[in-house]
């Protein structure tokens, strides 16, 4: 894990809620956010581009984490992607910040899909791969698993089934 992420994730999965998260939930959304660290600015507002997911699915999955008792986490998973956000967009140059719009919707997408993954046992796999599909073709190490009969193709991320 990186320092800047080390943190703000260390915190996701030691919430007081009676649903404990596996070792693969917490691995995969620190890795999720060691990515996001990593990922250029450039990234960032490419991700800040894409389709907005709908409404439909934003609901779906903070009903899952309403009902698993995930919001605890899901409230550090959303601060330690809006610290990131925030370094990110302060290494773009004064032109680009102009235009907080694309980074907002760059942040919205990734905490999207660290709680995605976050939820990733009780969400749909339709739903699930809605909420990455901002980051499809990106290597997300933060989603890595043995894939499941139900995976649609459209999980496939870089050639490899997630």
């Known amino acids: 894990m990186t320092r800047r992420t080390h943190h703000a994730a260390r915190n996701i999965g030691r919430s007081p ?5 596996a070792d693969a939930q917490f691995t995969g959304v620190s890795a ?13 507002l490419a991700i800040g581009l894409a389709d907005a997911v709908e409404p439909h699915t934003d609901a779906i999955l903070e009903a899952t984490l309403s009902d698993q008792n995930l919001q605890v986490d899901a409230w550090f998973a959303r601060d330690a992607v809006e610290t990131l956000a925030f370094v990110a967009s302060h ?10 719009c694309t980074m907002t919707n760059a942040r919205v997408a990734a905490e999207r899909a660290a709680l995605a993954i976050l939820a990733r046992p009780w969400l749909a796999a339709t739903d699930l791969a809605t909420l990455l599909a901002p980051f499809r073709g990106r290597p ?21 089934r997630r």
């Not at 999720?32 to 960032?44: G, K, Q």
């Open 91 to 100: 290494s773009l140059p004064l032109a680009a910040r102009r235009a907080p």
């Open 32 to 44: 999720f956010l060691d990515f996001l660290a990593e990922l250029p600015a450039a990234e960032w």
């Open 17 to 21: 809620s009676p649903t404990h998260l």
């Open 140 to 160: 997300l190490v933060g989603v890595s698993r043995a894939p499941r009969r139900s995976d649609p193709p459209s999980l496939a991320l870089n050639g490899r």
